[in-house]
């Protein structure tokens, strides 16, 4: 067996998996049989005890074969996942699929994956072991190219479904002869063993002194990975000898001296057991609070929750190291650049902990520490929505969306905290409209308004919350309920902010049903009130969705010095997402007006912001009017190509210009122009192409990117052509008008020849006749000189 090293995290991370941080050790065995079972079955899972190594495996599998999936490998881990019902979202947000429909969510699954090929790898499914067997069941039923890599201690049990138990390192029988040390170390278990201890005590290596200890302790740990890795970090502290004796002596006084006959779960267990007793007291107290994360904390987290009864705040930052250099807490890297580290407890750990905290009688009010503190993050969150931490918020929230996801819901448990639910709900609005979250923030509201029915400001502000998604989804008949609601509230209650929000989202509903007339004076009236309430967001939204219906009416002064105001206003307050839905609402005006270069700089602008916020609604909005502004500049390859991805990408977000529905006639016109000039082959070829463009180079090809030799973007370049370099050459001379005798003698080769050439560059471009050759032609030399900017 060999030790190879991590796979590059760019291949990885591109592929929807996360990057190894630490070797893979062994296994060649069971990658190989793993692969050769995936390519047979369309559902195989992997099982064993906890700590054995199934999601390495899985994840080192996917890794190898990343490139036979075409629409790409997606992780989904289920360990932190409490109930089932929120299996099939959290399968949504691991593919990015964002949901803005009210349709079922296993339906927009199945929709979304119905003609992929897709790798999907549900990760820990035990506790949740039916309802991920009626998810792959369905999913199996209803597509033709996905395949499904599971892990859990037991089999899903549906037809169809292959096993393949992982079994424990491999380690040598104590009955065997004395192995040279050379092989010895290429026992897998050892070589696990060697690394980890590398990484406490860089110079260790397995020698004639240590080897039978090292060979003990991984026979004692069963060669189950995880106990191997809890046990070589001892070794800061303890010699080999040392670690083994006191091993043995902690498995005697569990096993009652019968190790042998010990389940490999209850090794582990010993093993964390044991750990655990090497903590310190107030380590083992921080150890059992910090399990009420559901998916990781910073140190400010264990600081506000953990703290107190035992331990000092002043304590925590300690006892956390103290844990990290235990390996009970690991360390996590976040490409989200924030500030302070984060921390995860290992599932099975975290398990260890839960029970801990049960036991000492303090798990409920360690719950009730974790809400407020979630809920105050949510609404500070709230505050910072306009101005220059806004996108930092964002970031943070989506971080740490299994915790707020933890905290709502014991709002909705304990009899006592529905309000706190309401609030920390309609709070976290931009978080289910900025991220992956729609849908469930949808839910989450209904669920809110349902638990707390009483008058007040913030029932008001979830009414008109959850009316903003549900125009989203286009549910305009419940968003016209709601508004009704919230602004008889704002009536009620004398306030003036329920009432701006209500005239706002109302005139949104009016845009959606095409009636500038009505959403224009309900547009002014929602400024007014922002206005007199000194509520700077609510007053850009409404500048925004005002020059807007401007547009649509054919107003060009208003809807232009109303987007040069809102700029201003954002500028003021530092602030960039509404500021790039701004200059995508003046990049349709000013396209409209004919200044194709301006309204392409705004568009561009815009999407920059957009992609980096992975906002896929506001991109979409952007794709769609570079599409119209290609399409006006005759360059039609490039527009189809881009309405292309714009399937791609509306069919994510379930919801086509959602929001914005009076722009679909602009997406009309460009189509059906764009169309006719290529023509119905060359037309759907190019969309096609689009379509199967990966969305990181979509969006590149869209902001007509390229990566330069030196690694950086550059403006202004091309995509390479599809066609050889023979090819290019022979579909000149046809651009030239020669024919195919001419370009044969041209040439020096069979006339034969250059008619399969010429066949060939037909196909590929999706062209029917020579003279849309000529045109394509055309276009790739002014791209070229620099008359217009094209992607193609």
């Known amino acids: 067996m060999s030790t190879t090293t991590p796979t590059d995290p760019k291949r990885r991370q591109a592929a929807g998996l996360p990057a190894e941080v630490t070797s893979f050790v062994g296994r060649r065995h069971e990658v190989a049989e793993t692969r050769r079972l995936l390519c047979e079955a369309r559902l195989l899972t992997l099982t064993g005890v906890g700590g054995v190594g199934k999601t390495r495996l899985a ?9 036979a999936f075409r629409d790409g490998v997606w992780l989904v881990d289920l360990a932190g996942l409490p109930s089932p019902e929120l299996l099939v979202q959290s399968v949504t947000e691991a593919m990015k699929i964002q949901v803005h429909s009210s349709r079922p969510l ?136 040392q670690l083994l004796a006191r091993l043995d002596d902690r498995f005697r006084m569990l096993t009652a001296g019968s190790p042998a006959a010990l389940p490999r779960q209850q090794t582990l267990r010993a093993l964390i057991d044991w750990s655990h007793a090497l903590c310190t007291e107030r380590e083992r107290l921080l150890w059992a609070r910090v399990s009420v994360f559901s998916d990781g904390l910073d140190l400010e987290a264990a600081e506000e929750i953990c703290s107190g009864e035992g331990i000092d705040r002043e304590e925590v930052a300690e006892l956390v190291m ?53 809920r105050k993050l949510a609404a500070e969150a709230y505050t910072q929505r306009f101005g220059p931490l806004q996108v930092a918020w964002f970031s943070r929230l989506r971080l740490e969306h299994a915790n707020l996801r933890s905290a709502l819901e014991y709002c909705f448990t304990e009899p006592t905290a529905p309000a706190a639910g309401l609030e920390m709900t309609a709070d976290l609005l931009y ?96 400024i007014a009130l922002h206005r007199a309430t000194g509520d700077p967001m609510g007053l850009a939204l409404g500048l925004i969705r005002l020059s807007l219906a401007y547009s649509f009416q054919g107003d060009s002064p208003h809807a232009v010095s109303i987007g040069e105001d809102c700029l201003a206003l954002c500028d003021a307050h530092g602030e960039n997402w509404h500021r790039a839905y701004m200059m995508m609402a003046l990049g349709i005006e000013i396209w409209r007006q004919g200044d194709v270069r301006r309204a392409t700089e705004l568009e561009k602008e815009s999407l920059r912001f957009n992609r980096s916020l992975d906002d896929l609604l506001g991109v979409g909005i952007n794709l769609e009017v570079l ?36 722009l679909i006639r602009y997406h009309d ?24 463009t990966p969305y990181a180079e979509a969006l590149s090809f869209a902001l007509e990117e390229r990566e330069s030799t030196a690694g950086k973007p550059s403006e202004g370049t091309r995509e390479p052509s599809p066609l050889t370099r023979r090819e290019t050459e022979i579909a000149r001379l046809v651009a030239q008008g020669l024919s195919n005798k001419d370009i044969a003698a041209s040439l020096v080769i069979a006339q034969r020849t250059a008619e399969g050439h010429i066949e060939h560059i037909l196909n590929k471009l999706g062209f029917h006749s020579r003279a849309q050759i000529a045109v394509w032609i055309g276009e790739q030399i002014r791209d070229v000189d620099g008359e217009h900017p094209s992607g193609t």
């Open 431 to 526: 978080h289910w409209i900025t991220s992956y979250y729609l849908s469930e923030g949808r839910r989450w509201l209904d669920r809110a308004l349902l638990a707390d029915t009483a008058p007040s400001e913030v029932r008001a502000r979830a009414l008109w919350a959850n009316s903003w998604l549900a125009i989203i989804q286009a549910d305009i008949a419940s968003a016209t309920v709601m508004l009704r609601e919230a602004r008889a509230l704002g009536e009620q209650l004398g306030q003036q902010a329920p009432l701006a929000y209500a005239a706002l989202y109302s005139g949104m509903v009016a845009m959606y049903r095409g009636d500038a007339e009505s959403a224009i004076p309900l547009y002014q009236e929602a």
């Open 59 to 67: 994840l080192r599998v996917a890794a190898e074969m990343g490139r």
């Open 627 to 662: 599409a119209w502004i290609a399409a006006t500049q005759n360059q039609y390859q490039r527009a189809a190509r881009l309405l292309g991805i714009l399937d791609t990408v509306w069919r994510a977000v379930e919801a086509p210009l959602s929001g914005y529905g009076h």
């Open 669 to 692: 016109e460009c189509e059906a122009r764009t169309r006719e000039a290529l023509g119905e082959a060359a037309f759907d070829a190019a969309v096609r192409r689009g379509a199967a």
């Open 322 to 374: 103290g844990l990290v250099d235990k390996s009970i807490l690991v360390r996590d890297d976040h490409p989200s650049h924030l500030p302070a580290a984060r921390y995860r407890l290992l599932e099975t750990v975290r398990q260890y902990g839960q029970e801990r905290l049960v036991a000492s009688g303090q798990e409920s009010a360690l719950q009730q520490r974790h809400r407020d503190y979630y």
């Open 106 to 241: 296993m339906e927009v699954l199945t929709d979304h994956l119905r003609d992929r090929q897709v790798l999907l790898i549900l990760d820990n499914c035990e506790h949740l072991l039916r309802d991920c067997a009626v998810l792959a069941e369905t999913l199996i039923r209803s597509t033709s190219a996905v395949r499904i890599l599971a892990t859990s201690r037991q089999p899903l049990g549906i037809v169809g479904e292959q096993t393949m138990p992982v079994p424990t390192l491999s380690v040598p029988s104590p009955g065997i002869s004395r192995l040279p040390i050379g092989s010895l170390a290429q026992c897998d278990a050892i070589r696990l063993f060697v690394e980890r201890a590398r990484a406490v005590l860089p110079d260790f290596a397995l020698t004639e002194d240590n080897r039978d200890a090292v060979e003990w302790i991984c026979r004692r740990l069963d060669g189950i990975p995880l106990a191997i890795e809890l046990a070589a970090v001892r070794l800061r502290a303890l010699t080999v000898e």
